[in-house]
């Protein structure tokens, strides 16, 4: 595998410039059109996970009203008890979504998000593909990237838009390396932001990404006998993961105060979701084998797509290699031999389905087939090839979203709950310890029973034998202000009462009476803040601190931030001084 650097061929350049990037965005746009057009048509696709992001962006700009910028807390989960699970959920997909809340009617903003999401993604591969192939070779590489059929299945089955927002940072990742690779140090910083912004965007993808990263530097490293894309790529990595350290430290030290195993529970595990697998839960199953089918076919256009490209191997040597290992190890992984790798490589059990790895091939796919595409000598038969694919891709597209739940009733039913005060379904993994969320005061496993249950008052007195809530005759509660990261009240009576708080116990919260901290107690099973109190009238506050890990982050990102400013500046030092060396005549000093 020994082979001298290559660079990109000249040919991709000089017609690069003849085929502009307006014209290949007015393309990727269009495609991008196409794929949502049905959810303007039928309503929105009520995919897998399309409650979960909706409540998230519809949580985020209700606390943006309250001044909140930056939540940590989602307060109308787990029906209005609230869960950290901005602590552990990647930001840019929630701050995006919930931007787009704010100036879009809500049925809309899905379909907003996935069409600049997938345009995105368009524009990424471009990015990758023009450094190596001619321009209208690398406009076809952004539109079947755009609309692989890996992502028809994510806007319409599975609603996961972090994924699909994640995976359009791919091939800038990919770009960058294969400049680091080819000793281009203003990649460098690129790098480390484009593997920041996908861990921003989905933690799942985040490891796939650096696995992939770390794939594609050791793959150039033994090409080249050298260690120095290992040590750049590496140290690149390093950077990224400083950009988004304060995200990444909070979420990985809090996840001790949450259950956060259930993330690999029953059917989350990646042993249960390798491609054809087999299960006695019939909708699962199906599900399976819908994606399989999916993965399969892209395999096959993949794989024979590079056979065909590896005549230019010669002159795309580093890209070529490196999509061809990134395919196969992508493909492997989707099947159940890789099982020990699951079980064994830090953090990778966390992606839960390995059929996530066809985001990566997905990016071969679309590199591999333009460039196959591209060898067809004449235009015309070029131009027709081209539309075939397409027109298969849109028919797998229909066969899919013909297969979709179409649902107008997520938004004004995930609207309604909120505004009703009676919140929306938590999530298992971000759970405090000791919480079952399902033994919440309004939890019911069927989401239609929610509106005849009414909410659970934010402050109410219990039994302390039975640890049921009563009225309480003599007690009174007076709610000073009851907000997302702060509730303050005054509690009056004649005799001790325990009130046990709409919100359940986390480590961050932070309890004053009068004025003196004071620790709060948790009720069994559901981990539903109590509070004893003595007679007479107390000013009661509950806030959410800010832990020493959410300042430890945002200080490694921002000196992450200057490091990487500190290296740019120099880099352009150097430049201007190499340019002015350049310039000076010659002299002797005689």
Same mark, same amino acid.
């Given at each position: ?61 209700? %606390? ?93 089955? #599975? ?153 230019r191997r010669r002159e795309l040597a580093e890209v070529w290699w490196a999509l061809l ?30 059929? #996530? ?19 067809? #000598? %004449? ?132 309890? #004053? ?5 004071? %620790?709060?107690a948790s009720a069994d099973m559901t981990a539903e803040m109590l509070l004893p109190l003595?007679?007479?009238?107390? %000013? ?11 300042t430890a982050g945002e200080t490694i990102s921002l000196l992450s931030v200057f490091g ?27």
């Amino acid at each position: 595998m020994t082979a001298p650097a290559a660079t990109p061929p000249a040919a991709a350049t000089a017609s690069s410039a003849n085929f502009s990037w307006v014209a290949t965005l007015l393309l990727v746009s269009l495609a991008s059109t196409a794929v949502v057009t049905p959810l303007l048509l039928l309503s929105n696709a009520s995919g897998h996970d399309i409650q979960f992001h909706l409540s998230s962006w519809m949580d985020v700009a209700g %606390q943006w009203r309250e001044g909140i910028v930056f939540p940590r807390w989602a307060e109308w989960a787990n029906w209005g008890f609230g869960e950290p699970r901005f602590v552990f959920y990647p930001p840019a997909s929630w701050l995006i979504g919930a931007a787009l809340g704010s100036v879009l009617p809500w049925p809309a903003v899905p379909g907003a998000y996935i069409w600049l999401a997938l345009i995105v993604a368009g524009m990424s591969m471009w990015k990758l593909a023009r450094e190596w192939l001619p321009g209208r070779q690398a406009a076809a590489a952004a539109v079947l990237f755009a609309v692989n059929p890996y992502n028809l299945a994510i806007v319409y089955y #599975r609603s996961d838009f972090a994924e699909l927002l994640a995976a359009a940072f791919l091939p800038l990742l990919l770009s960058a390396a294969l400049g680091m690779i080819r000793h281009m140090p203003r990649r460098f910083p690129f790098l480390a932001m484009a593997l920041a912004a996908i861990w921003l965007c989905n933690a799942p993808e985040g490891v796939i990404a650096t696995y992939s990263l770390a794939l594609v530097l050791v793959v150039a490293s033994i090409r080249r006998c050298s260690l120095r894309p290992l040590l750049s790529g590496g140290a690149a990595m390093l950077a990224g993961f400083g950009l988004a350290a304060f995200y990444i430290l909070p979420a990985a030290w809090e996840q001790r105060w949450v259950e956060i195993s259930q993330a690999l529970a029953a059917n989350l595990r990646p042993e249960r979701n390798f491609i054809f697998t087999s299960s006695n839960d019939p909708e699962f199953l199906i599900f399976n084998w819908k994606i399989s089918a999916v993965a399969l076919a892209m395999m096959l256009l993949a794989g024979e797509s590079a056979v065909f490209v590896a005549r230019r191997r010669r002159e795309l040597a580093e890209v070529w290699w490196a999509l061809l290992w990134l395919a196969t190890a992508a493909s492997f992984l989707m099947f159940r031999p890789s099982t020990p790798l699951w079980r064994y490589l830090p953090k990778l059990a966390f992606v839960q389905f390995p059929w #996530r790895w066809l985001e990566p091939l997905a990016v071969a796919f679309a590199f591999f087939l333009a460039a196959a595409i591209g060898l067809i #000598r %004449q235009r015309r038969a070029s131009a027709l090839a081209l539309v075939a694919v397409l027109a298969l891709i849109g028919i797998t597209g229909r066969l899919i979203a013909k297969d979709t739940w179409w649902d107008d009733g997520d938004v004004p039913f995930l609207a309604g709950e909120i505004a009703d005060g009676h919140g929306y379904e938590g999530t298992d993994e971000y759970a405090p310890v000791g919480s079952d969320r399902y033994q919440l005061p309004g939890a019911t496993p069927d989401a239609e029973d929610i509106p005849d249950v009414a909410p659970t008052p934010p402050v109410a007195a219990i039994d302390p034998g039975t640890g049921k809530i009563i009225e309480a005759p003599g007690t009174q509660v007076k709610i000073i202000r009851w907000q997302s990261e702060r509730k303050a009240f005054v509690e009056s009576s004649a005799k001790p009462v325990t009130l046990a708080l709409r919100l359940v116990n986390y480590p961050a919260w932070e309890v #004053r009476v009068d004025g003196n901290d004071v %620790q709060a107690a948790s009720a069994d099973m559901t981990a539903e803040m109590l509070l004893p109190l003595p007679p007479g009238s107390h %000013q009661v506050e509950a806030r959410l601190r800010r832990t020493w890990d959410c300042t430890a982050g945002e200080t490694i990102s921002l000196l992450s931030v200057f490091g990487l400013m500190g290296y740019t500046w120099r880099l352009r030092g150097r430049a201007s001084a190499s340019a002015v060396a350049s310039a000076l005549p010659d002299a002797r000093v005689t």
